[in-house]
């Protein structure tokens, strides 16, 4: 089944702690994005990335950091200067042509312990 | 100039109801504009699109009804079901730049 796979569903960070999302896509797509959704604020765009190697910050990327060595993956870190991490986290892929329509992942929710 | 506002917040209607959900913008370089529907714990996924050239689509019970003058769209679902319950999302993009989405609109419909 091709898809947008996101690990873990459920992630805990500690106080001062880095922590990783992980996001796989085998839909052979350029673009990968990762959105975080508050409940009642939407999707907010936090990084975006339209070529392996190359990323661009989005609305909201202090706090976070990405990485696109692969075509199928783009990790997102949750580093410790995010205070107010706990929110649900999505990834998202398109391809060429049909920018536009993006592709879920299932969403991680990370929480602070 | 980027934002979609979209409203309510909030919807609840008895089945076969027609919820009817507004969303408008003020960025004229949008030129397309889908709406996605997501169920609780899981990610968006596409409902249905329109690109200005139409003033509505329609696919099974969703439509979309767009006015380019008033800079505002809405999607109407037919024949609402229980099913249906899901929080929608408005969203728009001027061409093949990254979406701007609304802040969503949780649905209930009851039995």
């Known amino acids: 089944d091709g898809g947008i796979t996101q690990s873990p569903k459920y992630l805990f960070r500690k106080e001062g702690q880095n922590v990783t999302l992980s996001c796989e896509q085998n839909?052979?797509?350029?673009?990968m994005y990762w959105y975080r959704q508050d409940p009642g604020q939407g999707l907010r765009l936090i990084y975006y990335s339209q070529i392996v190697n190359d990323f661009q910050k989005g609305d909201i990327a202090e706090g976070y950091s990405v990485s696109r060595e692969k075509k199928e993956s783009f990790p997102l870190t949750v580093t410790s200067a995010q205070k107010n991490p706990t929110a649900f986290y999505l990834c998202?892929?398109?391809?060429?042509?049909?920018?536009?329509?993006?592709?879920f992942g299932s969403g991680t929710q990370l929480s602070v312990l | 100039q980027q934002q979609v506002k979209q409203s309510p917040q909030s919807l609840i209607v008895q089945k076969g109801g027609i919820p009817i959900i507004n969303c408008a913008y003020e960025?004229?370089?949008?030129?397309?504009f889908p709406w996605y529907q997501q169920f609780p714990g899981k990610g968006p996924a596409l409902l249905i699109a329109i690109r200005p050239d139409v003033s509505e689509k329609k696919e099974g019970r969703f439509t979309i009804s767009f006015n380019k003058s008033a800079k505002q769209f809405s999607l109407h679902i037919m024949d609402s079901q229980p099913g249906d319950s899901a929080t929608y999302f408005c969203a728009a993009s001027p061409g093949s730049e990254k979406l701007v989405f609304g802040k969503g609109t949780k649905l209930t419909v009851n039995p």
């Open positions: 960025n004229t370089a949008f030129d397309y």
């Open positions: 998202a892929s398109s391809s060429p042509g049909q920018g536009e329509k993006l592709f």
């Open positions: 839909l052979n797509h350029d673009a």
